[in-house]
């Protein structure tokens, strides 16, 4: 399997991710850690070699199980959104490609990231570059439920359409913290900011527009 071997990334792919970072920048990024993350993670080796120049597009692609790497712009947007300081626990409800753990991983949080699928969750087993980052843990298993032996969590980041704010994930955050949460139907998403006070009340901002693939009940083999 291709996924297993390294892979090299040389001046053209840091001069793409250059320009991508720029592009970035100009849609309305601002957190320069989020953007110096992107710019050193080489995104080419999560998708197929076959696609490397699409690699540093700013637009999702597909992988495997029919499952898709989000946008650069919607990573950028949701790591800004969660305000990442070294050490955070953060959850992440769908690992997919792992790209955007990476990015968190990369930023000093500590992840626990989980995806309901089996074949997905092994592929990413084998990945040559998480090897890099043993602050991400990864998890098989349903979403919904959260992970409540690593509770409570600083940040939680459901990266799949949710129909609404999974309960379970909002008991799991610490007070104090911040969950970012596309909700809506396969028409399209508004990304949620959700922020729970020290007192432990919860307040929900409703941002920009968001299309991801939808976020589905129990595990899949
Ligand atoms: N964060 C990913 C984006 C993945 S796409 C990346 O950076 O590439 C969304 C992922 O969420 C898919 O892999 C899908 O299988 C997973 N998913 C959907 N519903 C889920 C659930 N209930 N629990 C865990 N993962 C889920």
Redesign the pocket.
């Known amino acids: 399997m291709l996924h297993k071997v390294e892979r090299q990334d040389d001046y053209r792919h840091k001069g793409l991710r250059k320009q991508l970072v720029d592009i970035l920048r100009e849609k309305g990024i601002k957190d320069e850690k989020v953007l110096a993350a992107i710019e050193a993670i080489p995104r080419h080796f999560?998708l197929d070699p076959a696609f490397e120049r699409q690699a540093y597009e700013d637009r999702a692609f597909p992988?495997l199980?029919d499952?898709?790497?989000?946008q650069p712009y919607t990573?950028a947007y949701q790591s800004q959104l969660l305000e990442i300081k070294k050490f955070d626990k953060v959850l992440?409800?769908?690992?997919?490609?792992?790209?955007?753990?990476c990015v968190l991983a990369e930023l000093g949080a500590l992840v626990y990231s989980?995806?309901?699928?089996k074949k997905?969750y092994d592929y990413i087993g084998e990945f040559f570059f998480i090897k890099k980052y043993p602050n991400i843990k990864r998890m098989y298993?349903?979403?919904?439920e959260g992970a409540p032996s690593f509770a409570p969590f600083d940040k939680v980041i459901v990266?799949?359409a949710a129909p609404y704010i999974p309960p379970k994930l909002i008991e799991q955050l610490k007070p104090g913290g911040i969950a970012v949460i596309p909700v809506g139907d396969d028409e399209g998403q508004k990304m949620m900011r959700i922020t729970k006070d020290k007192d432990g009340s919860v307040h929900e901002e409703e941002l920009g527009d968001f299309s991801?693939?939808?976020?589905?009940?129990?595990r899949?083999k």
């Open positions: 999560f992988i199980a499952q898709t790497i989000s990573v992440e409800i769908g690992t997919g490609s792992a790209y955007q753990a989980i995806e309901r699928q997905l298993g349903d979403g919904y990266t799949a991801f693939v939808p976020m589905l009940t129990g899949n």
